[in-house]
T-cell receptor, first 116, second 114 residues
């Protein structure tokens, strides 16, 4: 158990819908990352937040957005869903000390999204 | 830009045999390198990391990896495979200690035959 929690574990929805995935980082970790894992694209970095602010952006679609709240949990919002958005979505967190974000990341169990 | 190439999407070994999973990286700056393992229906677990200290890095579950700058490689090894090692293994690179996002290879699925 990494200490990172994600809900829900599974999500099944229809095309065109909007969903929200939730992540709680390890206690004390200020930085949160979102990754998408699919068979064709592999593991792709989506976005990173640090202490409530967006820190880095990867291959995140405009239909997707994220935020990190004052209690440090994060949500990933996926809208206008398409079949190709079906994937495993991981959240990870890492330690930050003295404004340095250490890049050893601890991953949650993931949310499996199925778009029908 | 940084990238990671894992040679072999599937590797099969017999129980007790040497495990060798290959990873080559491309980076314009000294890299930070990681190996993660993913068991079926689970998240990724960190096996080991290279952060510019010792070139031979020991990780959990008897795995180790050697950083070879001249070969731009970071291959993962284990002297004797166990059935419980069957999983998918991912090599990842990060550009700097303070820039956290990881760039992953495509993964190598390890099968262990009895």
């Amino acid at each position: 158990d990494s200490g990172v929690t994600q809900t829900p574990k599974h999500l099944i929805t229809a095309t065109g819908q909007r969903v929200t995935l939730r992540c709680s980082p390890r206690s004390g970790d200020l930085s949160v990352y979102w990754y998408q894992q699919s068979l064709d694209q592999g593991l792709q970095f989506l976005i990173q937040y640090y202490n409530g602010e967006e820190r880095a952006k990867g291959n995140i679609l405009e239909r997707f957005s994220a935020q990190q709240f004052p209690d440090l949990h994060s949500e990933l919002n996926l809208s206008s869903l398409e079949l190709g958005d079906s994937a495993l979505y991981f959240c990870a967190s890492s330690v930050a000390r003295d404004s340095i974000i250490y890049n050893e990341q601890f991953f949650g169990p993931g949310t499996r999204l199925t778009v029908l | 830009a940084q990238s990671v190439t894992q040679l072999g999407s599937h590797v099969s070994v017999s129980e007790g045999a040497l495990v060798l999973l290959r990873c080559n990286y491309s980076s314009s700056v000294p890299p930070y390198l990681f190996w993660y393992v993913q068991y079926p229906n689970q998240g990724l677990q960190l096996l080991l990391k290279y952060t510019s200290a010792a070139t031979l890095v020991k990780g959990i579950n008897g795995f180790e990896a050697e950083f070879k700058k001249s070969e731009t490689s970071f291959h993962l090894t284990k002297p004797s495979a166990h059935m419980s090692d069957a999983a998918e293994y991912f090599c990842a690179v990060s550009v700097a200690r303070s820039q956290g996002n990881l760039i992953f290879g495509k993964g190598t699925k390890l099968s262990v035959k009895p």
